[in-house]
């Protein structure tokens, strides 16, 4: 069976570059244990407490989690069929909005700027790497089941016009629109946050190492159909929302890890596009229409019977998800009104994400 999220950890490799040379930051990058991290510190960095905080109805919870852990309130907002926000349907008054670029599907990120143009924007490419840095912040992950899959690991992003550093990174100035950043971000702040934040220790490292090292096994073709039947679950449930976000910074390990995985970047986007492509012509015989990011990600079917396509995979092999299927629960916890996102509501019943990180 290949499972839907990709949770590698070819362990020669890995033990290898685990003890190679650290990740230097560039200017403007903040290494942290995950992407919900970043969006907490960036809230806390630019916005009082009780801030009225954009989010898309549609995601993730860790997001609108975050957001409250950075003492802000949820104000959810609705997409487009085509996955990206919606803006007529952003309220002009916010403060601060994360911007989600849901499977690699970029948001018109000037749009939601003339929308709200005294609003903090947190761009969430947690989905997203490859894609450029655009807003007031952005946030990548690189955790095991996003890409690059490569640990417990998130950076953050602040957009910094005077940012001259022309590098091939995540947060080169080449890659921040024109006019975008309006100079709202308080640096030093950040910068004192982020020297308070816990570093992991040696026996923590290894801890990580080895909990790494466990899921991976457990998410490996081999034995993902026994992990499944032990779990009894593979989406989370409505549950399973209100957490606290244990903020640390990155790992060294995880840090050393990204630096060895880098030079391979656009080598390994290039084969999740590639995988897509011919998956999508595959979709589009079938009947499906398909949404597709520019990092490729994962496809997006949309198909009146999810449960019917899912269930096509699961004979070929492959596990595919429902993601997000419990959006809607989730944001009820956090305040959300039954009928305020209809397009939101709708997409938790006609999506199928489809895994493209390897052949199928």
């Known amino acids: 069976m290949i499972p839907r999220l990709d949770i590698q950890f070819p362990f020669c490799r890995?033990?290898?570059y685990w003890f190679g040379k650290l990740y230097e930051p560039k200017q403007g990058e903040y290494l942290l244990n995950h992407a919900r991290s970043g969006i907490v510190l960036a809230l806390k960095a630019s916005v009082p407490e009780g801030s009225r905080v954009g989010v898309v109805a549609y995601n993730c919870h860790t997001v609108a989690n975050a957001v409250v852990n950075a003492g802000c309130v949820p104000v959810f907002v609705d997409l487009t069929e085509r996955l990206t926000i919606n803006v007529e349907s952003v309220p002009v008054n916010l403060d601060a909005i994360v911007v989600t670029n849901l499977?690699?599907?970029?948001?018109d990120i000037m749009a939601i700027r003339k929308r709200c143009p005294k609003a903090i924007i947190?761009?969430?490419?947690?989905?997203?790497?490859?894609?450029?840095a655009e807003g007031d912040f952005t946030i990548y992950s690189i955790n095991q089941g996003k890409f690059p899959a490569l640990g417990c690991g998130g950076i953050l992003c602040v957009n910094i016009k005077e940012n001259n550093n022309k590098?091939?990174?995540?947060?080169?100035e080449e890659n921040i629109k024109e006019?975008?950043?309006k100079s709202k971000t308080n640096n030093p702040t950040i910068d004192e946050m982020y020297a308070a934040l816990p570093s992991y220790g040696f026996m923590g490292q290894v801890q990580l190492f080895c909990s790494m090292l466990v899921k991976a096994i457990a998410y490996s073709r081999c034995m993902y159909w026994l992990t499944m039947k032990v779990k009894g679950m593979r989406e989370l449930g409505s549950e399973r929302i209100r957490e606290k976000v244990v903020m640390r910074k990155m790992a060294p390990g995880v840090s050393r890890i990204y630096r060895a995985w880098l030079p391979y970047a656009e080598d390994a986007i290039a084969v999740q596009q590639q995988n897509a492509a011919i998956m999508s012509e595959r979709?589009?015989?079938l009947g499906n229409e398909c949404i597709l990011g520019e990092n490729a990600f994962m496809l997006v079917a949309r198909t009146q019977n999810p449960e019917a396509l899912k269930e096509w995979f699961a004979k070929q092999g492959v596990e595919t998800a429902t993601h997000f299927k419990h959006a809607i629960e989730w944001a009820k916890q956090f305040g959300?009104?039954?009928?305020s996102c209809p397009c939101a509501e709708e997409l938790t019943?006609?999506?199928?994400?489809?895994?493209?990180?390897?052949?199928?």
Not at 103 to 107: A, E, L, Q, T
Not at 336 to 339: A, H, L
Not at 349 to 360: A, E, H, Q, R
């Open 14 to 16: 890995q033990w290898q």
């Open 103 to 107: 499977f690699g599907i970029r948001n």
């Open 122 to 132: 947190i761009v969430d490419n947690a989905h997203g790497y490859g894609l450029p």
């Open 167 to 172: 590098e091939n990174t995540a947060c080169a």
């Open 179 to 181: 006019n975008d950043s």
């Open 283 to 285: 979709m589009k015989e």
């Open 336 to 339: 959300y009104v039954e009928g």
């Open 349 to 360: 019943t006609k999506l199928l994400m489809i895994p493209t990180y390897t052949k199928i």
